[in-house]
Structures are given as structure tokens and as C-alpha cells.
């Protein structure tokens, strides 16, 4: 008879307080909790690298825990090794990609939230693929400390995090929020909430609770389009919470924190690049509450699109400025590493079948 036998839970996946129990059952003094988690935030690689903890609970630590949810099953580097694209297994089968940037002053990682996407904007690798399940704060955790255990081998330090992988991080609320309090956390990574970027497709329920959570996160809207009959094809849920409901709730989350909203609008030639998108954007937005980041849409296979020439996005960059908007042109880090979300795991998942949990169809966005 062949017995299955269950692999140990992940240690991020402990409460605090539930860390402090279980060392307690063993007689551990209460100042072990935060000797572990200092270690999990330095970086630790094992439990028997923790070496000022004794020997014997190191090995009971080993038996009772993995050091991480995230098992890395495919990566793939570009820009000369400054972008690492990552595809990590959860439990139960399925899988999220994590991207780390390093800039000369800082280094980045797009981090996931949910399997797949429920949004489905038709331009987007996530959002043509099925919706699979939200992932658990530790598990959006844990591949900034696997980012970050990773960069310290190099003597690097991750120092931002944004919200802009796979999923929507509105419709994966409290856990998103309780990573975003792990991040902060200075017994673990430390990350100011101040370097940490939350998008949102535009949940406008969901904006206006952020906005009470005290964390000076900064908010991004995929806006992509500034009229409603464009934008309900581009990103479907504008259906739900159309542009002046969106744009009004963007308006009052720069308002309660204090900070400027980001609108990032990927540049599809040809559908949302026109003098006249231009100009409907600079009717849109508050130049003072607001700040605009045009991305070159990053070409992903079957489908229409088509990303724009250098001049036609200068163009187009100059014409929202002449709104007197503020504009920044982000660079395409990783057109070499499956840059566009979701396309590594489309690659991987060409070749090796889907991810062992199957795939739902489709998900209720839990707005
Ligand atoms: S662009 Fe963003 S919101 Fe739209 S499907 Fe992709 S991941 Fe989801």
C-alpha cells in the first residue's frame, strides 16, 4: 500500500502569534519568533543556516516547515541579466511568474496575486488564459522573499514591489493587503509601503477601502482608453464601474492619502494611440492628482494587436503633455524574458500541459 504523505506546511504561513505558540510548545524563549523571522528577511537558505538558534530546533524546524509555498520550476533572464522572469509551482499544482528588474539605484519585482486573471482584457497573455484561484497572502509573500533571498546572493537588496503580474489585486483583496503589511514588516523585508505599487483594473468598491487602510501604497489604473465604449472592450470590467466612477474614486484615494495616482495605458497602435485618445485623456485626469505611464504593448502571439513605433509613442507622449499631463514612456524591460504577463507560464505550460489543479472557467470578480 502506497501512503501519501503531506508535505509540510510553509513557514510564512504561520500567524505571528501561531510562530510563537509553536515555539512556546517546545520551550523556546519568546524572543526565538523573532530570531526566525529576522533569518526569513536576511534571506536565511535553509533552517540550518539559522545558525544562532540551537541545533535541535533548527532540525525541528526543518521537520515541521518549508522555507517557502513557491517551488521555482522555470526561469528565464533578459537585458543582459538585469531582468529575471521566474515561474514558480504553488501548492496543489498551479503556477504565477515573478519579475525582478535591477536598476542602478533599486531593484524591482512585479510580483503576482492571483492565477490567471478574471478581468480578461483581450490584449493581455493573464487575461486570455483561464482564471485558476487567488493566492494566500504568504504566497504573494513569498516570492518577494524568494526575490529577495535571490538578490542577496549578489549583495543587491530588493527595494520596491508592484502589484502589476498576474491577477487583479482588488479582486484578491485582504490577502493582498496582508502581504503588503508583510512587506512593511521590519522584522522581515522592511519594504516602505511608500515603494510599493497596487494596480487595479478599477474595482471602485475596492479603491475607496484602500484608501482607509493607512498604507501609502501607491494606486495604479490600468486605464488603457478614456472613453467608456472603447474602454468597455479593452478592460470589460468598465461595464461594472464606468470612467467617471473610476476616475472619481481615483481622485478621492489621491485626496484621503495625500499621494498622486498613476494611470498606466498600454500603447495598442492603431486602437488607443489617436490625437483624439490623447486629447480625451487630457479631459479625463486632474494634472495635479495625476501622472501617466504609457507602456509599448508588448506583442504576445494570437492575437491582432500591434505594439507602436518610437514616433508614433512619441507622438503620442507629446500629445497628452500638450494636455498638460505628466507622462513618462517606461521602458520594455524583458521583450527577451516573456515580458508580457502570463507569457513564460503560456510557454511552460505549451509544453508541459496544464497546471495539475485544471483550470476553472472563468471567476465572479469579488468586488
Ligand atoms: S491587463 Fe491586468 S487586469 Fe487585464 S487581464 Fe491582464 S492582468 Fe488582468
Not at 483581450?122 to 487567488?134: E, K, M, V, Y
Not at 472619481?248 to 499621494?259: K, M, P
Request: hydrophobic share 40%; proline share 6%; with cysteine.
Amino acid at each position: 500500500m502506497v501512503i501519501a504523505t503531506q508535505a509540510p506546511p510553509p513557514i510564512m504561513s504561520l500567524r505571528p502569534d501561531e510562530l510563537r505558540e509553536w515555539l512556546d510548545a517546545r520551550g523556546q524563549p519568546a524572543f526565538r519568533a523573532k530570531q526566525v523571522r529576522g533569518w526569513l528577511g536576511r534571506g536565511a537558505p535553509s533552517f540550518e543556516a539559522m545558525h544562532d538558534l540551537p541545533a535541535d530546533l533548527r532540525a525541528e524546524l526543518a521537520a515541521g516547515f518549508r522555507l517557502s509555498s513557491l517551488d521555482p520550476v522555470a526561469e528565464s533572464e533578459a537585458d543582459r541579466g538585469q531582468t529575471t522572469k521566474l515561474l514558480y509551482r504553488l501548492d496543489g499544482g498551479y503556477t504565477v511568474e515573478a519579475v525582478t528588474m535591477r536598476y542602478p539605484r533599486r531593484t524591482t519585482l512585479c510580483i503576482s496575486s492571483q492565477v490567471g486573471c478574471p478581468i480578461g482584457c483581450p490584449f493581455c497573455a493573464t487575461g486570455q488564459g483561464r482564471f485558476g484561484r487567488n493566492l494566500q497572502a504568504h504566497e504573494i509573500f513569498d516570492q518577494a522573499l524568494d526575490a529577495s533571498r535571490r538578490e542577496a546572493l549578489s549583495g543587491r537588496r530588493l527595494s520596491h514591489v508592484v502589484f502589476m503580474g498576474m491577477g487583479e489585486p482588488m479582486a484578491n483583496y485582504a490577502p493582498v493587503v496582508d502581504s503588503i503589511r508583510l512587506l512593511a514588516d521590519p522584522e522581515l523585508l522592511g519594504i516602505s509601503p511608500r515603494r510599493v505599487v497596487v494596480s487595479t483594473a478599477g474595482l471602485v468598491p475596492r479603491i475607496a477601502q484602500l484608501a482607509e487602510e493607512k498604507l501609502p501604497v501607491t494606486l495604479a489604473i490600468s486605464l488603457h482608453a478614456a472613453r467608456d465604449e472603447l474602454r468597455d472592450y479593452l478592460v470589460p470590467i468598465n461595464r461594472r464601474y464606468p470612467l467617471a466612477e473610476l476616475v472619481a474614486a481615483a481622485r478621492d484615494f489621491a485626496r484621503t492619502t495625500g499621494r498622486r495616482v498613476s494611470y498606466e495605458w498600454v500603447v495598442l497602435a492603431g486602437v488607443n494611440d489617436s490625437d483624439r485618445d490623447a486629447d480625451e485623456l487630457g479631459r479625463l485626469l486632474d494634472p495635479y492628482l495625476s501622472h501617466v505611464n504609457l507602456i509599448p504593448w508588448n506583442p504576445i502571439e494570437e492575437t491582432e494587436f500591434k505594439g507602436p513605433t518610437r514616433l508614433s509613442l512619441a507622438r503620442f507622449a507629446d500629445r497628452i503633455r500638450s494636455r498638460g499631463l505628466n507622462v513618462t514612456v517606461r521602458d520594455t524591460r524583458g521583450r527577451d524574458a516573456d515580458a508580457a504577463c502570463g507569457q513564460l507560464r503560456a510557454r511552460v505550460l505549451k509544453g508541459d500541459g496544464r497546471d495539475a489543479e485544471g483550470a476553472a472557467t472563468g471567476s465572479e470578480v469579488d468586488a
